[in-house]
């Protein structure tokens, strides 16, 4: 059945087409004029000194990772409750990702159980920002100095996420933002790196483009891959990025209605926002005991759910791990309790009005 409300629909429009046609017009598809303007842009709103653009953010924490020389017999502390690739762009550097357990307020990394992940092996720990706020980054930046480790920041869903007065990303060692389709601006496929290291940023400069100082040479002094994005998706960056103020007026606009309509129902409980943190809403994030009845319920009458991440220490491919389950109680109750609603900026205010009445429905308001 197809939805009458779906998880999401990306704000891509006029300004959008207008750019590609002058990538199509101008005969250069790879990375040229916009890209060159986009990192621009990312580097004004993010502050960072470095920006890379990368094929997609999971190629983005891949770089990331090698960028900081972690291999083979290295630990990456990676927390439990994320989407797959913060763990397997570590597996595929070589390294082995070990799962910390997240806090119940914002679903981040719980630094009060990250000492005890910390080996004579671990080289990296990697912070998520999810669902649009900061990870509670001083504790982690701390432990990092105390340890002498380094800080891999996975801020995929971070753009225009501040800690404190800082960009998501900007914080530790290296930093990625994801531009796919269901994030605050998109490129299609697409994602930066961030960095203030000259060191990291030339070593990931030199991998992303064939371990070579540009293209079109072919003496390749370091080992390297392809990496690298094309004009046009920076096209589309650059005309989302100049849209961000308007996307994330929306998308608050739209999170405030349903916290509106929804605080008088019990049953369900919105992640919290923290003082550390503003918010730039990534879906409508929320708890419900019976999220399974409560799913089926909006599903049946036409409203697309998602469920919360499935924890890693769950997941099939990383069962030769070996995790225990009773480890991470609080990212299995993410995930056996959280659901998102849709929240992207095409959605009406009769949209979300009709969703808040079937779950108030449901619960029988
Ligand atoms: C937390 C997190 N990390 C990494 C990624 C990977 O980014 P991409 O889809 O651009 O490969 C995503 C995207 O879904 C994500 O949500």
Not at 171 to 186: C, E, Q, R
Not at 201 to 230: C, D, W
Request: proline letters at 4%; hydrophobic letters at 40%.
């Amino acid at each position: 059945m197809p939805y009458k409300i779906p998880q999401l629909i990306p704000y891509v429009g006029k300004e959008e087409l207008e750019n590609l046609k002058k990538v199509i017009a101008n005969q250069w598809l790879t990375e040229g004029p916009f890209t060159e303007e986009f990192v621009s842009l990312i580097k004004d709103v993010t502050g960072a000194k470095y920006a890379l653009p990368v094929t997609n953010g999971t190629m983005a924490l891949f770089l990331a990772v090698l960028s900081l020389g972690i291999g083979p017999g290295d630990e990456v502390i990676v927390p439990d409750f994320t989407f797959i690739a913060s763990a397997t762009s570590v597996h595929f550097a070589g390294a082995r990702p070990v799962f910390c357990d997240v806090t119940d307020d914002t679903f981040t990394i719980d630094t009060d159980k990250l000492e005890e992940r910390i080996t004579e092996k671990t080289k990296a720990i990697m912070p998520v920002h999810v669902y649009g706020q900061s990870a509670d980054m001083a504790p982690v930046l701390q432990m990092a100095r105390a340890h002498n480790l380094t800080v891999i920041e996975d801020a995929a869903q971070g753009f225009g996420v501040f800690y404190n007065n800082k960009h998501t990303g900007t914080l530790g060692d290296v930093g990625m933002i994801s531009f796919f389709a269901d994030k605050t601006i998109t490129t299609g496929e697409g994602a930066v790196i961030l960095t203030n290291r000259e060191d990291v940023y030339e070593r990931a400069k030199l991998i992303r483009n064939q371990g070579r100082s540009s293209s079109g040479v072919f003496i390749h002094p370091a080992l390297g891959m392809n990496f690298r994005m094309t004009d046009l998706q920076s096209a589309i960056g650059v005309a989302q990025i100049k849209k961000f103020n308007e996307i994330k007026r929306l998308k608050s606009r739209n999170y405030a209605l349903y916290r509106r309509e929804l605080s008088g129902v019990k049953e369900l409980k919105f992640l919290e926002e923290v003082s550390h943190s503003n918010l730039v809403p990534f879906r409508t994030n929320v708890l419900a005991e019976d999220k399974e009845d409560l799913c089926k319920h909006l599903e049946e009458n036409g409203i697309q759910t998602r469920s919360f991440f499935f924890p890693l220490h769950r997941q099939p491919c990383f069962n030769f791990l070996g995790y225990r389950e009773e480890e991470f109680p609080v990212s299995n109750r993410g995930f056996e309790q959280g659901l998102s609603l849709p929240v992207y900026c095409g959605l009406q205010k009769k949209d979300i009005l009709n969703i808040c009445s079937r779950i108030k429905e449901h619960y029988g308001y």
